[in-house]
């Protein structure tokens, strides 16, 4: 592959400041070469100040060592040329007389200030603040990835949004440590051109009394003159470079074409090659400098800057007629293109503009911190893994409604008032407190919309109080509870069966695919998560499943074998420690007629009980249950092991949030108190 234009520049430029180390080269030449190194310089200074941030100038660290070798290749020519000639060039001397003022100590003086000031002031300023910043860039790096995790999975930002914010923070922390580094060039260089221009003049003293037969007062006077023209050529770039770094450290790129990179970021804009052509030009006219060099090198810079910008103007129309054919192509195509259309997404939270500042992390509002905080509750307490939510703001919805939607389809909705919290009595609060009467939307229950100012004294008053956020936040996870059996899909089993297989590869190839297929135990865990048990322990769930499915592959038998195994979790769940928890057991004659009608086909089984007989157990659930609940306690029923499943069935349409257990679910330290039973 042949090497590019850019390439080659760059790699003549480097190696042009070996050449100069190693072979003499013309005072002509010198000028030409002094020149454009203060072009460079000026191109460093303009890049810097222009860049809208660090990363446009990903590549400071290397230009910065490369400037400052070419630059002390200059000197090291100079000092040849001055030593062994006398005659440095033009642009030596005219630093030296014109710059210096033609005096040794006012020259001398110039040149100190100068050195001063890139040690004392910029160079030390720079080396701190790169130093601080590279510590702050690396210290922020944690805090910046979770940022980006949690709008990754609040549905924010999208997976290539998320890798591209990822590649900017690994970019950022190695360019400020790179930079931390790099301020050494600068502050050595200056100590350099320091050592060199005392060497010149002792060595050009000593050249012009013992080569050139000078007295020592014209000597100290013609090679003073020519060494401070020296060290004033090449500190006030040295000097442009500190000041470029102290710009750019307060404010890399990751492209592999180097060369094309580099130029583009030192000479990509035009208006940064005009300012460079004035400049050149302002010194080649107004100063003794050649003004053919200069001259010719800012007609050089201002005609690449008028190539580029017309380029960029005919690009820029390009683009804009290509967008304009691409936007009426869409438009053509725009019928056929329906399958962005079928993408549903699992949960989705719409609201109105009002609650629009609630999900606005700039306005103060913290909602999409609070879905994280769901997606995380849900998975430590069911261990199970919530899609993303996604929240939209639809303009069709009453200002403070919101809806939940679970695969495209609206499932519950609320209303809330903004600027307002909502206090709920819970049972033993005796004085009233006024407000606007509502319902919390999660659970029904009476509640009043209260003022700010009420706030403390309903607290006071024994209220519950609220929150506008907190109440869309727990209406969303009591939302995805009653629906995660139903958004627990194949794929984030199949993900769920490779994280155990990490640790428990044996009980993973015994399990699946050889004795279960992954329809099969998603069923399994759906059904567990339909009564709200806890998958976390996977591996207990597994080893169940792989002891019995070899005698059976009804995915319902499975569930119950698995909740036996969690019955640690399970009397956990529903029944306090050192507490006696009252119950409702099931008549045994019922628990016959309802074993008695169950059919087992090849999709799995299902009751044919005689209707009057499941009137009359569902009314009898009813009244035991009513005494649970007067008592304010869970409505839990406790059956034989071989029942459980289907009288679950043949009550879960009439009673949601009924507990049904059977005994070898419970915990033998467990206290049990029956308070009635149900009969047929």
């Known amino acids: 592959m042949g090497l590019k234009k850019a390439d080659l520049a760059m790699g003549a430029y480097v190696l042009s400041a070996f050449i100069m180390f190693i072979i003499p080269i013309p005072s002509l030449l010198l000028d ?29 660290p290397t230009i910065l060592l490369f400037t400052t070798i070419f630059r002390i290749s200059l000197n090291v020519s100079s000092t040849r040329l001055i030593l062994t000639t006398g005659d440095p060039g033009n642009v030596v001397r005219t630093f030296g007389e014109y710059v210096g003022g033609n005096d040794l100590i006012i020259g001398a003086i110039v040149f100190i200030i100068m050195i001063i000031i890139q040690f004392m002031v910029i160079n030390k300023g720079s080396e701190r603040v790169a130093e601080v910043t590279a510590r702050f860039t690396l210290d922020a790096m944690p805090g910046k990835q979770m940022a980006i995790d949690a709008d990754l999975n609040t549905g924010a930002i999208t ?83 500190s000041l470029s770094t102290g710009i750019l450290v307060t404010k890399g790129s990751k492209e592999a074409d180097f060369g094309a990179t580099l130029l583009r970021q030192l000479f990509g804009l035009p208006k940064n090659l005009y300012m460079i052509a004035g400049v050149l030009a302002l010194l080649g ?39 304009e054919e691409e936007a009426a192509a869409e438009e053509i195509r725009q019928p056929e293109n329906v399958t962005s259309l079928l993408q549903v997404d699992p949960i989705e939270l719409e609201f109105g503009y009002g609650i629009i500042p609630l999900a606005d992390v700039n306005q103060g509002g913290d909602l999409l911190d609070r879905v994280v905080m769901i997606r995380r509750q849900i998975a430590l307490e ?24 679970i695969k495209g389809v609206q499932i519950s909705e609320g209303e809330i008032l903004f600027d307002h919290y909502m206090a709920m009595n819970p049972g033993y609060v005796e004085e009233e407190i006024t407000g606007i009467p509502t319902f919390e939307p999660s659970f029904h229950l009476p509640a009043i919309w209260i003022t700010e100012n009420q706030r403390e004294r309903a607290e006071s008053m024994g209220y519950t109080v609220v929150d506008p956020p907190s109440i869309i936040a727990t209406h969303l996870t009591e939302i995805i509870r009653q629906n995660i059996a139903e958004l627990l899909s194949r794929q984030d ?82 029944f306090p420690a050192n507490e006696t928890t009252s119950v409702v057991t099931l008549d045994p004659q019922v628990e016959q007629e309802i074993m008695g009608s169950v059919k087992q086909t090849e999709q799995g089984a299902y009751l044919t009980l005689d209707p009057e007989k499941t009137k009359a157990i569902i009314e009898s659930t009813k009244t035991e249950v009513a005494k649970l609940e007067s008592l304010g306690k869970n409505p839990i029923v406790i059956t034989s092991p071989i029942v459980r499943i289907y009288f679950k069935k043949l009550t879960e349409d009439y009673y949601k949030d009924l507990i049904v257990v059977s005994y070898n679910e419970v915990e033998p330290n467990i206290e049990l108190q029956s308070v009635g039973m149900v009969t047929a």
Do not use: W
């Open 493 to 574: 089993v199949h993900n769920l069966i490779d994280n155990v297989k990490e640790a428990n590869s044996a009980l993973v190839d015994e399990l699946y695919p050889k004795l279960l297929g992954l329809g099969e135990i998603q069923k399994v865990l759906q059904n567990l998560l339909r009564e709200g048990i806890s998958i976390r322990d996977l591996a207990t769930i597994f080893e169940t499943l792989a002891d019995y499915a070899q005698t059976t592959r009804d995915t319902d038998i499975l569930t119950e074998y698995a909740r036996q195994a969690l019955k640690r979790a399970i009397s956990a769940r529903f």
């Open 32 to 60: 030409v070469l002094l020149a454009c190194n203060m072009s460079v310089a000026f191109a460093v200074l303009f890049g810097c100040m222009f860049s809208k941030e660090a990363l446009d100038m990903s590549y400071f």
């Open 159 to 241: 997976d290539a949004e998320a890798k591209e914010k990822r590649d900017k923070i690994q970019q950022e922390s190695s360019f400020f440590g790179s930079m931390d580094g790099a301020v050494k060039y600068v502050k050595g260089d200056a100590t350099a051109g320091l050592i060199i221009t005392a060497v010149n003049l002792v060595g050009g003293i000593a050249m012009g009394m013992l080569r050139g037969g000078l007295d020592f007062a014209t000597a100290l006077n013609t090679y003073s003159v020519l060494t401070i023209g020296d060290g004033l050529v090449s500190q006030i770039p040295s000097l442009l470079i």
């Open 285 to 323: 006219i107004v100063t003794p400098l050649n003004p053919v060099i200069f001259l010719a090198l800012a007609a050089v810079f201002a005609i690449t800057a008028r190539q580029m910008q017309n380029s960029m103007g005919a690009a820029s129309v390009e683009a804009q007629m290509e967008q």
């Open 382 to 405: 069911l261990g199970c893994i919530v899609p993303i939510i996604r929240l939209r703001d639809n303009i069709q919805l009453n200002p403070n409604q919101y809806i939940i939607k």
